[in-house]
């Protein structure tokens, strides 16, 4: 079993950044890979990136690169998801979810899921 908790979500201002954690543990090793999704009200959910479990191999969708980066601390077992220049499409819940192997590319999966934490962006 693997445990994820996210946390860091809240009110955030258009324009400034937003760093969520994700505190991933149980029975994991470094080939499992870490991803963030997240849904806006009304949409799909939609993969926004991964990375290994041992920090490597960081990946974020194209629409999304720029903005988006994935981080992990091994000290803290945390992964983070850092959004800078927030605007509101970036409202949304995001979740991190966890499965074993695999490329960090792929957005389907995974087995452990987090509940979640909300952003919302105000103007």
């Known amino acids: 079993q693997v445990q994820l908790v996210e946390s860091g979500g809240g009110l955030v201002q258009a324009g400034g950044s937003l760093r969520l954690s994700c505190e991933v543990s149980g029975r994991t090793n470094s080939a499992y890979i870490i991803g963030w999704f997240r849904q806006a009200p009304g949409d799909d959910r939609e993969f926004v990136g991964a990375?290994?479990?041992?920090?490597?191999?960081?990946y974020i969708v194209v629409s999304k690169r720029g903005r988006f980066t994935i981080s992990r601390d091994n000290a803290n077992n945390s992964v983070y998801l850092q959004v800078n220049s927030v605007n509101s499409e970036d409202t949304a819940v995001y979740f991190c979810?966890?499965?074993?192997?695999?490329?960090?590319?792929?957005?389907?999966?995974?087995?452990?899921w987090g509940q979640g934490t909300r952003v919302t962006v105000s103007s």
């Open positions: 990375i290994r479990a041992d920090g490597s191999g960081a």
């Open positions: 979810a966890a499965r074993s192997g695999g490329s960090a590319s792929i957005p389907v999966g995974y087995t452990y």
